[in-house]
């Protein structure tokens, strides 16, 4: 659809309506702010798909249950912008949509929450550690088969509550949304992201708008990270290359190799059980992310990867 330009005088932000959610948009206001001081916001909160079914498993509910309301305002022209966990967004957007920006990353990291004060590797046989990523359970079955995975949902505060000794000992939550929200006193342990291997875009906020908006795209410009868009892109690429939708446990993170153009993936597939993993760490070019994608999912191939797949 037609949008007007700069001569707009509110810009109208989407969101989900949870605690981290709003102060990842406060941080994006801030950075637009910052380059552009006369702007004003308005923010949208939007129940999503995701938040309004607190109980079903996330893993059959579908790609972009945190995202699909959110762009349908955006679409009709009710907001003219969204905020998002980059994480929770699809590869393939609808007709019409673009990330116009992706800020800099916060920790990529995932992180261990326990009331027993204890790491992963000294967890407790028969402790219950819950989580309702396919992905988190898989990594953690692989390399403590003697826990026990309790599936939990909810927002950061939710799972935080349910982790402390009620339902389940510990969790695994994004150590980004912890820092954001004020809470990193509560980590117990930062797990290595070679080995514990974050979902792609994890830690980075992307900003969605209508490809036609052209005072926007330009706005955003202003506030896009470069490196960080290298490295989601590469990431983004990979889940792309196996398939976007498939829901077998997968991770992927880049990260800058050197100062011009070089990046380094780390790739993960396994199976939901734990049974079998397959890792790799490839270097290319930020300026070729698909290739660089299309040669880790090769090394995970040879490796036996794609019979998960084909399962």
Known sequence: MAVDNGARSVVRIGTRGSRLALIQTELTMAALRNAHPD???????VTTQGDANRTAPLAGM????????????LESGEIDMAVHSLKDMPTALPDGMII???????????????????TLADFPAGARI???????????AEKRPDVEIVPIRGNVD???????????DGTILAAAGLVRMGLEDVITEY???????????????????????????????????????????????????????CQVPVGAYATVADQS??????????????????????????????????????ALREQ????LLAG
């Open 191 to 245: 797990l290595a992201p070679e080995d514990f291997v974050p979902p792609p875009g994890q830690g980075a906020m992307a900003v969605e708008i209508r490809a036609d908006d052209s005072w926007l795209t330009g706005v955003m410009s202003t506030i896009d990270h470069a490196e960080t868009a290298s490295a989601v892109n590469a990431e983004r690429a990979f889940l792309e290359a196996i398939g976007g939708g």
């Open 130 to 140: 819950g989580t309702s990523s396919p992905r988190r359970a898989a990594q953690i």
């Open 304 to 307: 036996g990867a794609g019979a």
């Open 261 to 298: 153009v070089g990046l380094i993936l780390n790739a993960f597939v396994g199976a939901p059980d734990g049974s079998q993993s397959f890792r790799t760490a490839l270097n290319g070019q930020a300026g070729a992310p698909a290739a660089l994608a299309e040669a880790a999912w090769d």
């Open 39 to 45: 702007l004003h916001f308005e923010v949208v909160t």
């Open 62 to 73: 579908g790609l972009g249950v945190f995202v699909k309301e959110i762009e349908r305002r």
């Open 100 to 118: 116009g920006a992706v800020l800099e990353r916060a920790d990529p990291r995932d992180v261990l929450v326990s009331h027993l004060g204890s």
């Open 158 to 168: 939710t799972r935080l509550r349910k982790a402390s000794g009620d339902e389940c």
